[in-house]
């Protein structure tokens, strides 16, 4: 089998007493759509924060990507290693438009500028074909679909191999679920393996090759999506003791 891309080995962090993510293992090869379910507080952001460094580190365990451990390198190093990342908010900058907020990610985390950054400004944002019109309008205008294309755009500008999404489908009506499905299979077409939170599982299902449940941060399962959901301890994290 092909080295992961991203191998998760053993990772915790802890805040105080509480163990937020506990020994979770898992790997997503290159070019993969792997899904991340869980309840509410059951730790999947904090098990992206650690992946990316943003805003930390795991507390024990080893974060490798595309063959180097990772874990402890800052986050703009991370970044510009291949790993992109978004945040369960929207839009930081209301008043830059689409292209300004995308150009500011270009040389964040792609190191670029002048006519290469707005080279791959104008490659992401066809790529979450956000509409020509819209793109120099104020980000804070746009839509709610349209600020999730900008927010997965921002974060496709510096050419990563996998991109990170936390929760993309929040607040969208289902038309734009069904969009954002076909923009991520495009995505993931394109090259960009995803590590995907979500807590629409029709999205989840529709998209992921694998998916792995988190319950009160530990594994719980891991696999082929359609076998996991069926999982009686699945449907119990889910909906609670149903005694
Ligand atoms: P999820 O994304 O699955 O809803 P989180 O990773 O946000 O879960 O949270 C997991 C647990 O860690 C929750 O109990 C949450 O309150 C706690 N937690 C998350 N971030 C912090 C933090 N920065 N400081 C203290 N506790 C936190
Ligand atoms: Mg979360």
Not at 74 to 102: M, N, Y
Not at 204 to 211: A, G, K, T, Y
């Amino acid at each position: 089998m092909a080295m992961p891309l991203l191998d998760v080995r053993g990772a915790c962090k802890t805040f105080g007493g509480l163990r937020a993510v506990q020994d979770v293992s898992f790997s997503v090869t290159e070019g993969e759509i792997f899904g991340i379910a869980g309840p509410n507080g059951s730790g999947k952001s904090t098990l992206f924060n650690l992946i990316t460094g943003i805003p930390f580190a795991p507390t024990a365990g080893e974060i490798h990507f595309a063959g180097q451990r990772i874990d402890g390198w800052p986050a703009h190093r991370i970044a510009r290693g291949g790993l992109a990342r978004t945040f369960q908010k929207d839009a930081e900058f209301p008043d830059l438009s689409a292209r300004e907020t995308v150009m500011l990610g270009s040389s964040y985390a792609g190191g670029l500028s002048g006519a290469a950054a707005r080279r791959a400004t104008e490659a992401a944002l066809d790529l979450v074909a956000l509409e020509e019109a819209r793109r120099d309008l104020p980000s804070g205008d746009l839509s709610v679909y349209e600020k999730k294309q900008l927010m997965i755009g921002s974060a496709l500008v510096a050419k990563p191999r996998m991109l990170m999404l936390d929760e993309p489908a929040s607040g969208l009506t289902r038309p734009e679920i069904a969009a954002l499905d076909a923009l991520l299979v495009a995505v993931n077409a394109s090259g960009v393996a995803i590590l995907l939170i979500e807590h629409v599982l029709s999205l989840l299902l529709s998209v992921s090759q694998r998916l792995l449940v988190l319950n009160q941060g530990q594994v719980l399962t891991e696999g082929d999506p359609a076998e996991v959901v069926r999982d009686p301890d699945v449907i119990e994290a889910y909906l609670g003791s149903r005694a």
